[in-house]
């Protein structure tokens, strides 16, 4: 009993701990500004205050969030339309190179994000994809699909051939079976990677700021950058933005976190 009490009081102590920084970000987003300046820190706000958020909603911040979803909710589509066929080839056939082949696929994940910022912006300008959502979704998927493959691919490898040939048996051909057998138990697979890929395309900020000049196209992180200055940073309206920046990924991962951590466990399957 002693054992489980004091399992139970380090969960809370570990759980506030994780939590401290989201509480902190959600009770100084609602102190005045002589208050987020005040020494000695004050931990809780004598007066709350809702000045942030509407000072954010004046500068049009729900069109950058708008813009996020899209682009984010657009990314996880086509990652997971690209990477799904691969997935399913690399783990039911074998053929030459396949080994070199899966690896290459995960040479793009070797290299730092900045360096492709120059031949995508080359290759967008020339596209005419330039300050476009789809031209957004575009850049993100040399970073987003690898790692999709990758996680399909443990979920397909996971399927005993039995069922696609006992689908067969009854009169399937390969893609029916693929559509009715392999793709509805690859679903938790599918889901994680939608969520990696949405995740990824929500708080990335260097891409955003090179390829988007237009500022009605222009993301959530970089309408937060706009209050991080060179000599000032302002913290009120920095803070009420990237609360209501947090909720997206929140609900996405408490509605999903089931297949999330079923897509990051499968990596165990050996092929």
């Given amino acids: ?40 820190i004050l931990y809780w706000p004598k007066k709350f205050t809702f000045e942030h958020y509407t000072h954010i909603l004046k500068l049009n911040f729900p069109r950058y969030f708008l813009n996020s979803v899209v682009i984010g909710c657009g990314t996880a589509i086509i990652s997971i339309l690209i990477a799904v066929m691969p997935a399913y080839a690399s783990a039911r056939y074998k053929f030459k190179g396949k080994k070199q082949i899966m690896l290459s696929i995960l040479l793009s994940q070797m290299f730092p994000q900045i360096v492709y910022v120059v031949p995508f912006f080359i290759i967008l300008k020339q596209l005419n994809l330039q300050n476009s959502y789809l031209g957004m979704m575009v850049s993100y998927l040399p970073f987003t699909t690898p790692i999709a493959v990758w996680m399909i691919r443990s979920f397909f490898l996971g399927i005993p051939d039995a069922l696609e040939e006992a689908a067969m048996i009854d009169g399937c051909n390969r893609f029916k079976a693929f559509y009715k057998i392999y793709l509805p138990l690859a679903i938790p697979g599918i889901a994680s990677v939608g969520i990696y890929a949405f995740l990824f395309s929500w708080s990335e900020l260097m891409f955003s700021m090179s390829f988007l000049s237009a500022k009605n196209l222009q993301t959530v992180p970089v309408f937060l950058s706009l209050f991080v200055g060179q000599y000032q940073t302002r913290w009120g309206p920095l803070f009420a933005g990237s609360v209501v920046a947090s909720i997206p990924p929140m609900l996405v991962f408490a509605l999903l ?13 050996k092929n």
């Fill in 1 to 40: 009993m002693k054992k489980k009490v004091l399992l139970y009081i380090l969960n809370i102590i570990v759980s506030l701990i994780i939590a401290f920084p989201f509480i902190w970000l959600v009770i100084t987003s609602l102190k005045t500004y002589d208050q987020i300046y005040s020494f000695p």
């Fill in 257 to 269: 976190q089931k297949y999330f951590i079923q897509g990051l466990t499968s990596g165990s399957v």
